[in-house]
């Protein structure tokens, strides 16, 4: 009698050289971006502070607030605040979507294999569509 069984693979921790070549499924993806969204707003978040405060103060602090995106901020070039607000755009689309992905998943108890990965390819799709039409908004393209 013939063995037909399959050898089955081992699974084993991936070393950190193993990382470019590791192919992570798209709930992973959205998993890690959104710890990593979260850590991102964590950390932007006494400028996000000082962001919305400087705009609803006063009318002159709103000019100074829009004269950030355009002069800069002391030596901080203008478009690198830009380049920080699209990145806090970005994480907060990410974080924001995600956890609407898994407040569904968890109210709906759909968690099989499939739904993860169309809800992860949904997520991924819409934040990145939002944030590049956010980011063309921020640096005036319309």
């Known amino acids: ?64 607030f829009t004269a950030a995106f355009t002069g800069g901020i002391g030596f901080v070039p203008g478009l690198l605040v830009k380049v920080v607000v699209l990145g806090l755009i970005w994480a907060y689309l990410v974080h924001f979507i995600a956890g609407v992905r898994h407040l569904w998943m968890d109210a709906t108890h759909s968690v099989t ?14 934040s990145s569509l939002l944030t590049v039409l956010l980011g063309a908004k921020l640096f005036g393209l319309f």
């Open 1 to 64: 009698m013939a063995d037909t069984s399959k050898k089955r693979p081992v699974h084993r921790n991936i070393h950190v050289s193993d990382i470019v070549s590791y192919r992570l499924p798209p709930a992973g993806i959205v998993s890690i971006l959104h710890r990593i969204s979260g850590a991102v707003m964590f950390l932007l978040m006494p400028l996000f502070v000082w962001l919305f405060d400087t705009s609803v103060s006063s009318e002159v602090s709103y000019e100074s």
């Open 113 to 126: 294999k499939e739904q993860g990965k169309s809800s992860a390819v949904l997520t991924l799709g819409l």
